[in-house]
């Protein structure tokens, strides 16, 4: 009944992620019924009322059937429970997506968990967000212009894979493809190592006797460097365990560089560290001046 | 002819502070004359066609006379020949303060060019700043709420100090007064410690192969924590060398630091993980919380 051939579509966790790809497909789809899955049944009941989701928990057959894609958009650590629940439900024609941070491990589950239907999944991560999390926060304009990287896998079927990529770009977004163990190298490094670092300094410094005085004396620069160190800190355990090699990896490239910068203090290299601090500095302004010009991430 | 007694400020380096502490003055001081000193003599016409000050580059005798404070807020590297240039013309009643963010390196510059009048020389590092600089981003509310630190030695006279720390509070600020070795212990954690840290990792990232497709999946969370790594090279670098003692202590710390949560992670110590993501987790989000409902600082 639509251009895109999506009339049905389940969402496992209506929250910022799920909540604002129902709300993104809305825009441009027409007559899309969209079921919403959650432990939560407050939130659903709030989706129905915001005209996120038309239906709320239906026994779980029903909710499978004739569905076009499910999307597992709830916290990671549910995502083997969640594809246990799909799995003898699932139809020939229903491809299965999800949304977490990390690729290698959700594949080892749905390879286990799906069998011979694992040609059916392809994983997915759109790289979006907010500062507030919750169906309440959704918006319809999340993913617009937003990367989504899709990392399917030798056995996903390329009509899975363009049902879920179509589906992206009707939500606004752009989607690239790569391997799983690219994706996860990418995001060891230009976010797991992040969040890592700011933790370590913040746990660092609010371990010391004299934690109170330094806070106060903290600033802007502080505020700003160390804001991801108050994320979840179960998601962050289960991400740096999820990436764990990668991660130990971009460890030890970051202590590397960590120790170049000390021996040139050490030294007084004052070049030497006039060198680093404008390699730095210029990439980093460059890359800013890029992302000033696209719609804002999180 | 005022309430201060403060008739008379000469400002070296009129840019975002000085011009900043000009406005807040003019506030709450009638008749106060301000004299500009600077390099750039365009950007001491702007100040002067903005209300910033009222006099610029005057001999530098004429400059001293009868000042009441004299602020040097040039890059900090211009310190020592400002003192120099001062210290011919300095009057018995003239206190000279500076805005440096290391204090130790300071103190030891004006003792030696000051000879017996260093007892008239009052350390100062006003905690604040704004992502623009210069005159034209002056604000008469920059200073408004915020800390300042003075430093004064055991050889400043209390009555130095004092005109000071008069000073700071009528633009607004609140005067905290401690040893230059405490100050530049604590901002080597909470400040210096934490760009250096991000400008490792732009460095990192920017000098791999892959870098470009590195930076183009980065987002909202890598922004955020680099920011401070596209500060100036040159600021950064003599920052550094001026607080190398208490930085090395910092890189140690935050090694170690590093070392620990990598060896949980190398261990899956899923517990371990979830408990110093936990600690940096609270911390942050209670300081951020007190943050949020103080001004802006930068």
Redesign the interface.
Known sequence: MNSSGLKKLVIFGVGLIGGSLALALRRSIQNLHIVGIDRNADSLQTAIDLGVIDEMNPPAQLAMQDADIIIIAAPVAQTPNILKSIAPHLGPNTVITDVGSTKSDVIDYAAAILGDQFTQFVPGHP???AEKSGVTAARADLFDGK?I?LTPTEKTTPESSCKVSEMWKQAGARVTEMSAGHHDE??A???H???????????????RP??E??????????????????????M??DI??AN?EA??SE?D??????????DL??Q?D?QG??D??????Q???A??AI?TNKP???
């Not at 190592?193 to 371990?207: E, K, T």
């Not at 005085?213 to 179960?234: M, Q, T, V």
């Open positions: 790289i979006a967000g990367n990287v990418i995001f490094a230009v976010s190592l992040p969040h890592l670092l700011a933790f370590a300094l913040v746990d660092d410094l609010a371990s004299n934690a005085e330094l806070f106060a004396f903290a600033a802007g620069g502080f505020r700003d460097f160390s804001r991801i160190a108050g994320s979840s800190p179960e962050w355990r740096s365990l764990r991660l130990l460890i490239a970051y202590q590397a560089s960590l120790q170049k910068l000390r203090l050490e007084r004052a560290l006039r680093m601090f404008e390699n730095a500095s990439k980093r302004n890359w800013g992302l804002r991430q999180a």
